[in-house]
């Protein structure tokens, strides 16, 4: 059963349960059981880019050793293509820089946060400083007006 669930076959869980009389949840275990033990079976139904990423690893660990015409051997068996197996085996080397990337981007993120934190604080200072400045003129105008009156021009 499982060798027709196998590609080239590629037969559907409802086909084959159908046709065998077996139903369709014991295939789905027994599917289920061979796949744990690692072999590869993608789902019936979908095609090669409808694999699941446990089954594209396992078909990329798989052909890693194999020269070009095993290659294409194991290609024709399971109704792939060469060119499936290089971006499949590209995207699980790109998977494992991640934590490299990830942690690069927060870095820059971070730096780019520390200078705009710091521009914004001296921005704040230098308003502060004005602010503080406007307030002490007023006072010093309040005395200065207590003290000798209005300045000549300005009405009360």
């Known amino acids: 059963m499982l060798a027709k669930m196998l590609p080239p ?9 159908q046709e065998e009389g077996i139903s369709k949840s014991t295939l789905c275990l027994w599917r289920a059981e061979a796949r744990a033990k690692g072999k590869l079976l993608p789902d ?13 690893f396992a078909a990329v660990v798989e052909t890693a050793a194999m ?23 590209e995207a699980c080397e790109r998977a494992n820089d991640w934590e490299k990337a990830a942690s690069t981007r927060i870095a820059r993120e971070t730096k780019d946060d520390k200078k705009r934190i710091r521009e914004l604080e001296r921005d704040l ?22 003290i000798w009156g209005p300045a000549e021009g300005e009405a009360e």
């Open 44 to 56: 019936g139904n979908s095609g090669p880019e409808g694999w699941s990423a446990r089954d594209k």
């Open 125 to 146: 200072a230098r308003k502060e400083k004005a602010l503080a400045e406007t307030a002490a003129l007023m006072v010093l105008r309040k005395k200065a007006e207590a």
């Open 9 to 17: 076959n590629n037969v559907a869980l409802h086909q084959l349960s």
């Open 67 to 89: 020269n070009e015409v095993e290659l294409g051997e194991y290609c024709r068996q399971r109704g792939l293509y060469p060119e499936q197996l290089r971006v499949w085996r």
